[in-house]
């Protein structure tokens, strides 16, 4: 996967990055600049300049996991202190194939920007994760009714929906390392139905 950029009251084709920043996992927008993390764990920064080469910066570079991890990455902003965190999902891909992918484990990881380098965490200081390919969002949980602090609820947000059901989702304790039971049931028809990968939404509206 490539990436590219496009201002649309100054240009009429995309501008692509050349070299430096290939097979993007996320994406993501920090004040006044993109963050884009690949699957070696390397996370770059950068402003939509004509020539983003010129730029381009390596905020944290790679670092190691477990041998033969298949790991999904996600980039989320701390909406109440600017800080920028990194979510590994690991997944038992064996059933791939048929769209039936399962979460084992979450990881949590802060970005030092003065070190270049990330540092595993198991708190969210009483916010809450929603992860979700193009739509990872936090929140703080005392301000949204039925929200838990320092949970992840995560999606199915593979690329196909599978032909049976939905069967990824979940909500996960950062501080105990343990996955919460919960009624998917609702949300899987709703997907099914739809045929549409599910993503999360904001509401702005206050009764």
Not at 16 to 34: A, K, M, T
Not at 48 to 59: F, G, H, I, T
Not at 68 to 82: F, N
Request: charged share 25%.
């Amino acid at each position: 996967m490539e990436l590219a950029f496009i201002r649309l009251d100054r240009d009429t084709t995309w501008i692509y990055f050349y070299e430096g920043i290939r097979n993007i996992q996320d994406l993501v927008y920090v004040e006044d600049r993109f963050f884009a993390i690949s699957d070696f764990n390397q996370l770059v920064s950068f402003t939509p300049q004509y020539n983003p080469e010129d730029d381009l910066k390596v905020a944290a570079q790679y670092f190691e996991e477990e041998e033969e991890a298949v790991i999904k990455r996600y980039l989320v902003e701390l909406s109440d202190h600017k800080e920028l965190l990194m979510v590994h999902r690991y997944l038992d891909n064996r059933h791939n194939i048929h769209g039936k992918r399962f979460t084992t484990k979450i990881e949590l990881y802060t970005l030092d920007a003065d070190k270049h380098k990330w540092t595993k965490i198991n708190s969210l200081g009483g916010a809450a994760l929603f992860l979700g390919e193009n739509s990872s969002i936090s929140l703080l949980a005392s301000e949204v009714l039925g929200c838990l602090p320092d949970c992840i609820c995560f999606i199915h947000d593979f690329n196909r929906v599978p032909c049976k059901r939905p069967r990824d989702f979940g909500l996960y304790n950062i501080k105990t390392e343990k996955f919460l039971q919960i009624d998917d049931t609702q949300a899987a028809t709703l997907i099914k139905m739809s045929n549409r990968t599910p993503i999360w939404a904001v509401a702005n509206i206050k009764l």
